[in-house]
């Protein structure tokens, strides 16, 4: 079975730093292209960052400077970097990634989603 799995969120102050992780686990070839969103109460989901099969970058202006999004293709995962975390920034940070998956008569792109993982920033 493929799925993404995420990790490393939590509580800190403003500020601080969380890095978030997101593995792609089961029968999978790579991750052509990753991305976070976030979804704060109330609020609709919004793109935080993303990243392309070759590396390209793409921030939203409020995050621009503060987060880093990365990749490890040797380990699949795809990584947030927070730094100087505001709590504007509170939310559900969620994982998506256009995963390859092999398939006898031809591979296939599969769009999967994480469970969400949950980051609150106090002042």
């Known amino acids: 079975q493929v799925q993404l799995v995420e990790s490393g969120g939590g509580s800190v102050q403003a500020g601080g730093s969380l890095t978030l992780s997101c593995v792609a686990s089961?029968?999978?070839?790579?991750?052509?292209?990753g991305a976070w969103y976030r979804q704060a109460s109330g609020k609709q989901r919004e793109l935080v960052a993303d990243?392309?099969?070759?590396?390209?970058?793409n921030y939203a202006n409020s995050v621009k400077g503060r987060f880093t999004i990365s990749r490890d293709n040797a380990k699949n995962t795809v990584y947030l970097q927070m730094n100087s975390l505001k709590p504007e920034d509170t939310a559900v940070y969620y994982c998506?990634?256009?995963?390859?998956?092999?398939?006898?008569?031809?591979?296939?792109?599969?769009?999967?989603w994480g469970q969400g993982t949950q980051v609150t920033v106090s002042s």
């Open positions: 998506n990634a256009l995963l390859r998956i092999p398939r006898v008569g031809g591979d296939y792109t599969f769009d999967s």
């Open positions: 089961g029968n999978i070839l790579r991750i052509n292209s």
């Open positions: 990243i392309s099969s070759g590396g390209s970058t």
